[in-house]
């Protein structure tokens, strides 16, 4: 099938874009490398620069019966310092991409949503019935847009699916995170571990949780690849259905340091600090949804093979080498 997949040249975009040229799907990427490398973009893909507002239509009208939807803004304290960035590059560009499938009429999409959605549960493990709360900016603008497929199912036949994602990590095939301005926890204490910076911040260690730092759950880039791929054969005209991701096992900040001193044999010094705001003290999700109708079954969920895997990117060649000489930016 061809596919179009925005946002490709990104983290979780490149690694699902391999998944789908290697299941033997026609892939087309769209990216305007604001953030995504144009490296990262899978061989075999078609490679298409530009911004989805501008260009969707016309890669469409190509002969696409499906979109992946990645291309998004998703640093949350930038959601919160530049809240209109995130209103126009969020659901801006996904009303113009389901514009242009209604014109195009294409009919299927696979939408990467997010766990911030829920903001502070009430519940743990979080189902996907449950309220959605946002406490930033950017976890409302995905609640949005995933409001808007609902919409869309109902009134324009669109077959959604939206995966709320939990905490994602590691790399499959030389692609890994690389952030401009690094903010998540994993590659943080992977880059004290490099030598790249001195220590870790523990954002808060007075939550209530066993060891007073927050509780995550961490998957696998590759399994949550995979999800997507199952996601495709379960986006059904007129239906919007939600799934969250995550292996059902919450860390803490603290937990994950442990992991990556094992994994990395280096001594990674921590120094508390304030809580950051908007950090719920834990998220972890209830995947029995995408097990049960999707029939997902996540294989690499163990910590230790997410934070080896990894390390592994970060730790060798050339794009790790690149971003690890990246300046340390973020908190
Ligand atoms: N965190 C931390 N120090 C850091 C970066 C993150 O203590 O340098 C904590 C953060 O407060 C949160 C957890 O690690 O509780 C995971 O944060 P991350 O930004 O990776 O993902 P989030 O859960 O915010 O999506």
């Known amino acids: 099938m061809k596919v179009l997949v925005t946002g490709g040249a990104g983290y979780v975009g490149s690694v699902v874009a391999a998944q789908l040229v290697a299941a033997g799907h026609e892939v087309v990427v769209l990216d305007d490398l604001s953030t995504g490398h144009r490296d990262a973009v899978p061989p075999g893909c078609t490679f298409v620069e530009g911004d989805v507002r501008d260009r969707a239509a016309e890669v469409l009208a190509d002969g696409v019966a499906a979109v992946l939807h990645f291309a ?60 959605v709360r946002p406490t930033n900016p950017y976890g409302a603008t995905k609640a949005a847009i995933d409001a808007a ?34 903010t998540h926890l994993v590659p943080l204490v992977l880059q004290v571990a490099l030598g790249g910076r001195e220590s870790v911040s523990l954002f808060g260690t007075d939550y209530p949780t066993p060891d007073g730092t927050c509780v995550r759950d961490y998957i696998h880039v590759a399994d949550l690849a995979e999800a997507h791929l199952l996601a495709l054969d379960h986006c059904v005209p007129g239906r919007h259905r939600i799934y969250n991701l995550g292996n059902g096992a919450g860390f803490s900040v603290r937990q994950v340091v442990e992991v990556c001193r094992a994994v990395t044999g280096h001594p990674i010094p921590v120094v508390p600090a304030d809580r950051r705001p908007g950090d719920p003290a834990a998220l972890v999700a209830s995947g029995e949804r995408a097990r049960a109708e999707l029939g997902w079954r996540p294989r690499r969920s163990e910590l230790a093979t997410i934070i080896a895997d990894a390390w592994a990117f970060h730790s060798g060649g050339p794009r790790a080498e690149a971003a690890a000489a990246r300046p340390a930016g973020g908190r």
């Open 72 to 131: 998004a803004k998703s640093i949350v304290p930038e959601s919160v310092a530049h809240p209109e960035l995130y209103w126009g590059g969020n659901v801006g560009v996904s009303l113009a991409l389901l514009e242009a499938m209604r014109s195009t009429g294409v009919r299927r999409i696979v939408f990467s949503s997010t766990a911030a959605v829920y903001g502070e549960p009430e519940r743990v493990p979080i189902r996907e019935d449950a309220p």
């Open 149 to 182: 497929l609902t919409e869309h199912a109902r009134m324009h036949g669109i077959g959604a699916v939206s995966l709320r994602y939990f905490n994602v990590a590691g790399a499959q095939d030389g692609r890994g995170e690389r952030h401009a301005t690094e």
